[in-house]
Nanobody, 126 residues
Framework: QVQLVQSGGGLVQAGGSLRLSCAASRQTLSSHAMGWFRQAPGKEREFVAAIAWTGGKTDYADSVKGRFTVARDNAKDTWLQMNNLKPEDTAVYYC????????????????????WGQGTQVTVSS
């Protein structure tokens, strides 16, 4: 499995922005769709966004559509730009790589993803 290393996150006021990064440590992910999930305390992990292995298609949860943007450089790095953050966006965010290469979107189940980042905390204050 590929090791994914996350960076970014932190504390921000409502309406602010944060950018999360996800880097593959040893090999490229150019053939794998990438996803972002989040888990708030006491809640199940939920889908946030995904980007196709080509980078040409994206998918977003309704709760973040229009505020979050997922991007990739098709080699090792994937990003999640989060704008107009709300207190309900507070959660631990995880990046993940699709289990199989060349799979198409939509991919919204955690089981569709095999390698996971370590998670990063995002806290939005009101």
């Amino acid at each position: 499995q590929v090791q994914l290393v996350q960076s970014g996150g932190g504390l921000v006021q409502a309406g602010g922005s944060l950018r999360l990064s996800c880097a593959a440590s040893r090999q490229t992910l150019s053939s794998h769709a990438m996803g972002w999930f989040r888990q708030a305390p006491g809640k199940e992990r939920e889908f946030v966004a995904a980007i196709a292995w080509t980078g040409g298609k994206t998918d977003y949860a309704d709760s973040v559509k229009g505020r979050f943007t997922v991007a990739r450089d098709n080699a090792k790095d994937t990003w999640l730009q989060m704008n107009n953050l709300k207190p309900e966006d507070t959660a631990v965010y995880y990046c993940a790589a699709a289990v199989r290469p060349f799979t198409v979107l939509p991919l919204r189940a955690a089981a569709d993803f095999g390698s996971w980042g370590q998670g990063t905390q995002v806290t939005v204050s009101s």
